[in-house]
């Protein structure tokens, strides 16, 4: 389950430039999350999402990237 101060993976569904964006989970209540502003993961600045982007949200968690790199 999301918790607060999670790291969220943010990729546009059109991505045509494969963008990624990374940001935190900063509070959640009734089935709204709300996050931080996203960083863009190549450049590092502060990226503004017009109203009504579409993304896909990915949860980043270290333990389970530590599990599967342990594995190899």
Same mark, same amino acid.
Not at 39 to 62: P, R
């Given at each position: 389950?999301? &918790?607060?101060?999670? /790291?969220?993976?943010?990729? +546009?569904?059109?991505?045509?430039?494969?963008?990624?964006?990374?940001?935190?989970?900063?509070?959640?209540?009734?089935?709204?999350?709300?996050?931080?502003? +996203?960083?863009?993961?190549? &450049?590092?600045? /502060? /990226?503004?999402?017009?109203?009504? /982007?579409?993304?896909?949200?990915?949860?980043?968690?270290?333990?389970? %990237? %530590?599990? %599967?790199?342990?594995?190899?």
């Amino acid at each position: 389950m999301l &918790t607060i101060g999670d /790291t969220l993976i943010l990729e +546009p569904r059109d991505n045509e430039h494969s963008e990624k964006y990374k940001c935190r989970l900063v509070e959640k209540s009734d089935g709204i999350i709300y996050i931080d502003y +996203p960083i863009n993961m190549k &450049t590092n600045q /502060t /990226t503004f999402l017009v109203d009504g /982007t579409q993304l896909k949200v990915f949860l980043f968690l270290a333990i389970q %990237l %530590l599990c %599967l790199i342990l594995r190899f």
